[in-house]
């Protein structure tokens, strides 16, 4: 049988219960973040050598400036993101929902590295 949903479900909906209850994040906020972990939760259950794999290297001296740059930018975002919407603290509800899209779009693409055939049409 296969475990991967069923575990996803559970971390998406710990997830979203985290987001309303503790960090008192609207439904419709806890709901999207709740959906993009069990996404996370799933593709890295069902292909955990994705997780195990590089998806990105670049070889070229600016090609690595660029990507620094660009990961410097996507993990401070967040936190910019998340103290703009708490005012003088910072709120940890927009981190988690930004850290839920970054994981799910980077494990995507190392599922798609790995695994080409999880993305091929049935025939």
């Known amino acids: 049988m296969d475990r991967a949903l069923p575990l996803a479900a559970v971390v998406g909906l710990a997830v979203g219960i985290v987001l309303s209850q ?35 290297s670049f070889d070229r001296r600016r090609d690595k400036l660029g990507y620094a740059a660009g990961v410097f930018g996507v993990s401070t975002t967040p936190l910019a993101l998340g103290h703009a919407a708490g005012g003088d603290s910072l709120a940890l509800a927009p981190v988690v929902a930004v850290l839920g899209i970054l994981g799910f779009l980077y494990t995507l693409g190392a599922v798609v590295a790995v695994a080409p055939e999880a993305t091929a049409e049935p025939a």
């Open 22 to 56: 503790l960090l008192a994040a609207g439904w419709y906020l806890s709901l999207g973040a709740a959906a993009l972990y069990v996404g996370w939760c799933y593709f890295a259950a069902s292909y955990p050598a994705a997780l195990r794999t590089g998806v990105f």
